[in-house]
């Protein structure tokens, strides 16, 4: 199995930058791509971005230019930096297979709050 811990989420004001953490232990041979997906209040859990074992990046419309992934494979991280934040990208961050066709259970998610 693999396990998957976020980290990095909190409270920034509009405009400001966070940058998240995803750690992954376990069978991590048993997945390639890793994604960054958020669930806004009332909403449904959305892809953010997503990169493949061979740094192919994917980013949805609205991050694009703000969000960048990137992979450290020593490390087993995969990390991303959020700049000029919105409050519309106010929600719980999580990190799991991408694509995500088999997806690994889901953790604990991180929280982001960007106040106006």
């Known amino acids: 199995q693999v396990q998957l811990v976020e980290s990095g989420g909190g409270l920034v004001q509009a405009g400001g930058s966070l940058r998240l953490s995803c750690v992954a232990s376990?069978?991590?041979?048993?997945?390639?791509?890793i994604g960054w997906y958020r669930q806004r209040p009332g909403k449904q859990r959305e892809l953010v971005a997503g990169?493949?074992?061979?740094?192919?990046?994917n980013y949805v419309d609205s991050v694009k230019g703000r969000f960048t992934i990137s992979r450290d494979n020593a490390r087993n991280t995969v990390y991303l930096q959020m700049n000029s934040l919105k409050p519309e990208d106010t929600a719980v961050y999580y990190c799991?297979?991408?694509?995500?066709?088999?997806?690994?259970?889901w953790g604990q998610g991180t929280q982001v709050t960007v106040s106006s």
């Open positions: 799991n297979a991408f694509p995500l066709v088999f997806p690994v259970e």
């Open positions: 376990g069978r991590i041979f048993s997945i390639n791509g």
């Open positions: 990169i493949t074992s061979g740094g192919s990046t």
